[in-house]
């Protein structure tokens, strides 16, 4: 736990900007955990809450005081002390990182329940708040608000269950933020093209199909969206089905590493297939029966009813 105070105490002095004597009692109290005296760490914090010593905490600090405070808590078998407190933080920081190769388990296991709980109908409001804004075209609060959906659903640590629930919604965020930005461009073919990636990457460079002695991946998930509007429908611009193709690198465990549009279809349609193209799986390349980088691209065509159809990987 040494290395954990270690960084919150850094993160203290350079995020604060009043480094005075609130600090110092937070770093008391961090030392007072350490040392596994949760009673008198709780005493310290109720202190500094307090403003006992005449300095109010900052916001950065109030969020490593609820870690804390947390943390001592549950320690202490106060259970639901702690998801009470955890909770407040959630719901005013739910981008605050908690550093997960420095905290117990126990204590993790509970901050995924709370955020699982939490994270999802803050989803939700801040989509509709989004949607609304951009209904009045209040584009710079709606670009706000689906950023943040979309940043929630980057959450590390959520279970299956709530990330679905964020996913959708951030699906459809993606989507209203790409079409946003034909209120800046003269066209669409004139946006760059959307991408994403992964957190990891394959270690040296994927082969293709055109590779001598290499084995495919094989999709075991690879659903594509249907076509829609903005408002639901699936009918074309222009009346004509719109072409696209995506390429994916598969990594050597069957995941998607990156993927781009190399020929965009549309920006409401490429951020939904992107966000999709993120929870595929694959069996993976295979060169030498040993597991390798592969890349492959997808030429989509879509039918009459919205349903894209694929073609042959290159």
Same mark, same amino acid.
């Given at each position: 736990?040494?290395?954990?105070?270690?960084?919150?105490?850094?993160?203290?002095?350079?995020?604060?900007?009043?480094?005075?004597?609130?600090?110092? $009692?937070?770093?008391?109290?961090?030392?007072?955990?350490?040392?596994?005296?949760?009673?008198?760490?709780?005493?310290?914090?109720?202190?500094?809450?307090?403003?006992?010593?005449?300095?109010?905490?900052?916001?950065?600090?109030?969020?490593?005081?609820?870690?804390?405070?947390?943390?001592?808590?549950?320690?202490?078998?106060?259970?639901?002390?702690? $998801?009470?407190?955890?909770?407040?933080?959630?719901? $005013?920081?739910?981008?605050?990182?908690?550093?997960?190769?420095?905290?117990?388990?126990?204590?993790?296991?509970?901050?995924?329940?709370?955020?699982?709980?939490?994270?999802?109908?803050?989803?939700?409001?801040?989509? $509709?708040?989004?949607?609304?804004?951009?209904?009045?075209?209040?584009?710079?609060?709606?670009?706000?608000?689906?950023?943040?959906?979309?940043?929630?659903?980057?959450?590390?640590?959520?279970?299956?269950?709530?990330?679905?629930?964020?996913?959708?919604?951030?699906?459809?965020?993606?989507?209203?933020?790409?079409?946003?930005?034909?209120?800046?461009?003269?066209?669409?073919?004139?946006?760059?093209?959307?991408?994403?990636?992964?957190?990891?990457?394959?270690?040296?460079?994927?082969?293709?199909?055109?590779?001598?002695?290499?084995?495919?991946?094989?999709?075991?998930?690879?659903?594509?969206?249907?076509?829609?509007?903005?408002?639901?429908?699936?009918?074309?611009?222009?009346?004509?089905?719109?072409?696209?193709?995506?390429?994916?690198?598969?990594?050597?465990?069957?995941?998607?590493?990156?993927?781009?549009?190399?020929?965009?279809?549309?920006?409401?349609?490429?951020?939904?297939?992107?966000?999709?193209?993120?929870?595929?799986?694959?069996?993976?390349?295979?060169?030498?029966?040993?597991?390798?980088?592969?890349?492959?691209?997808?030429?989509?065509?879509?039918?009459?009813?919205?349903?894209?159809?694929?073609?042959?990987?290159?």
């Amino acid at each position: 736990m040494g290395s954990l105070r270690r960084v919150t105490i850094l993160l203290l002095f350079l995020g604060v900007a009043a480094t005075g004597a609130a600090s110092g $009692r937070v770093d008391e109290a961090i030392a007072f955990y350490d040392a596994a005296r949760y009673a008198e760490a709780l005493q310290v914090l109720d202190e500094i809450e307090a403003g006992s010593n005449g300095s109010a905490p900052a916001a950065d600090e109030r969020d490593v005081i609820d870690q804390y405070r947390a943390l001592c808590l549950l320690a202490l078998d106060r259970p639901a002390e702690a $998801r009470a407190v955890l909770r407040r933080l959630v719901e $005013r920081r739910p981008e605050f990182a908690f550093p997960a190769g420095e905290l117990p388990p126990r204590f993790l296991s509970v901050v995924r329940e709370t955020q699982a709980d939490v994270l999802p109908s803050l989803a939700r409001a801040e989509y $509709r708040a989004g949607k609304a804004s951009y209904d009045r075209r209040a584009w710079s609060e709606a670009q706000k608000r689906l950023r943040r959906v979309v940043s929630l659903a980057e959450t590390d640590g959520l279970g299956p269950e709530a990330r679905a629930s964020i996913d959708d919604l951030a699906d459809l965020a993606r989507g209203f933020l790409g079409l946003m930005e034909n209120h800046r461009v003269e066209a669409v073919a004139s946006l760059p093209p959307a991408t994403f990636t992964a957190p990891t990457r394959p270690r040296s460079a994927p082969y293709t199909a055109a590779d001598q002695g290499v084995t495919p991946p094989v999709a075991l998930r690879q659903e594509l969206p249907g076509w829609r509007t903005a408002g639901g429908g699936t009918a074309f611009m222009g009346g004509e089905p719109p072409k696209g193709t995506l390429e994916v690198v598969i990594d050597e465990k069957g995941r998607v590493a990156d993927a781009r549009m190399s020929r965009p279809v549309h920006p409401f349609y490429d951020s939904r297939l992107l966000a999709a193209a993120r929870r595929w799986q694959y069996r993976p390349a295979t060169k030498d029966g040993k597991p390798v980088a592969f890349r492959k691209a997808i030429d989509l065509r879509f039918v009459g009813d919205g349903i894209p159809t694929q073609r042959p990987s290159r």
